[in-house]
């Protein structure tokens, strides 16, 4: 089973709050991504990062932030929730490409499910 | 750009009996892997399968395989034996090697939601 972690696992906040969505992983994957995804929707890259100090934005643009201090750690912020941000937020980690047995595999949380009222 | 097509947004079996999930990708890299993962409802997403693109065997793991058509750029997954523990989402998955550099990343299709009855 991976070793990855993603906290709260379920949030009900009210518009305008700042929250912080944790995911840690203790695998020392390079690689971390946020996805956004709707119950039994698509997946939605909306951040990624390749290492410490580098972050970079996905696909789907977002108003949250993301930071990575840490190399196991990988937190994504939204300064003030609004209700259009209610969605499950999945964290994920992989090892670079051709290191040990990185094969590219995303090895995925149990995911954050946010709402916003 | 690649791109990753599931044509089957939903789908439903029987209990025991076989199911086919289609996966098409589209590329003009020569070196990739392919996954399939699974995500059960409200729970953790798992990886299913792999396929290495250099490979012309398909890949199984136990009750699962896949028919993997190079020149057709095909991936479909078969699940035999159908269990009710089956029933989820089931996203294809693609990602290039041939860069390196540790930039690549991996393109998913807008998943199947398979159910299976019993």
């Known amino acids: 089973e991976a070793d990855i972690y993603q906290t709260p696992r379920y949030l009900v906040i009210g518009t305008g709050k700042k929250i912080t969505l944790e995911c840690s992983q203790t695998?020392?994957?390079?690689?971390m991504y946020w996805y956004q995804q709707d119950p039994g929707m698509e997946l939605h890259l909306i951040h990624y990062?390749?290492?410490?100090?580098?972050?970079e934005k996905g696909d789907l643009s977002s108003e949250s932030t993301v930071s990575r201090i840490r190399t196991e750690h990988f937190p994504l912020t939204l300064e003030s929730a609004r209700p259009s941000h209610t969605s499950q937020y999945l964290c994920?980690?992989?090892?670079?490409?051709?290191?040990?047995?990185?094969?590219?595999?995303?090895?995925f949380g149990e995911g954050s499910r946010l709402t916003v009222l | 750009a690649q791109t990753v097509t599931q044509s089957q947004p939903e789908m439903s079996v029987q209990e025991a009996e076989t199911v086919t999930l289609s996966c098409t990708y589209d590329t003009s890299e020569n070196n990739y892997y392919l996954f399939w993962y699974k995500q059960p409802p409200s729970r953790q997403m798992i990886l299913v399968i792999r396929q290495e693109a250099y490979k012309q065997q398909n890949a199984t793991e136990n009750r699962f395989s896949v028919n993997f058509q190079k020149a057709a750029k095909s991936f479909s997954l078969k699940i035999s034996d159908s269990q009710l523990g089956d029933t989820a989402m089931y996203f294809c998955a693609f990602i290039l090697t041939a860069r390196g550099g540790g930039s690549e990343k991996l393109v998913f299709g807008k998943g199947t939601k398979l159910t299976v009855n019993p």
């Open positions: 990062s390749y290492g410490v100090n580098s972050t």
């Open positions: 695998m020392g994957h390079d690689k």
């Open positions: 994920a980690s992989s090892p670079v490409l051709g290191q040990g047995a990185g094969t590219g595999e995303l090895f």
